[in-house]
């Protein structure tokens, strides 16, 4: 898997390529549709990783996590076994409360777009209550730095 960080038009982005193993395919031969969402996963904890987002650190020591209220995949065409995907992950909107981020995932080499995407996360306690996000990683997901965020 390779990772990088770009700055789009969106705002930072970040890019995690993987290549479909065997495993993650059905009988017609392509990627299984929940698949997609585990890619999305992936790339958000390296999206995290590269702002300088400790998500285990934020869970553990802070006792914030960022629970999944929504997420949307829309199939565009099929990935297949061995074929390597670029997922390509930002932060479309941010507040205090919740985050939401856009995903696309294109074929690597021929740029062929295969899904897009979108995942919603609430900022909740250790309890799993509703939250905030701690002030020093507003900046991170792009909101402002102050407590009214």
């Avoid at 705002?11 to 999305?40: C, F, H, I, K, S």
């Avoid at 900022?123 to 965020?149: H, I, L, N, Q, W």
Wanted: glycine share 8%; with cysteine; aromatic share 10%.
């Amino acid at each position: 898997m390779n990772f990088r960080m770009t700055i789009p038009p969106h705002g930072p982005a970040a890019e995690t390529r993987l290549r479909v193993r065997y495993a993650e395919t059905d009988q017609m031969g392509v990627v299984y549709y929940a698949n997609y969402l585990v890619w999305m996963e992936v790339a958000r904890m390296d999206w995290c990783r590269a702002r300088g987002v400790d998500y285990r650190r934020m869970e553990r020591e802070e006792g914030i996590g960022l629970a999944v209220a929504e997420a949307s995949c829309r199939y565009r065409s099929p990935a297949r076994f061995d074929d390597e995907v670029a997922i390509r992950v930002w932060v479309e909107e941010a507040n205090s409360r919740m985050v939401t981020f856009h995903y696309e995932m294109r074929v690597a080499g021929d740029d062929r777009l295969v899904a897009t995407g979108e995942t919603r996360h609430v900022f909740v306690d250790a309890a799993m209550r509703k939250a905030r996000c701690p002030v020093r990683y507003r900046e991170m997901f792009g909101m402002s730095g102050g407590a009214g965020a």
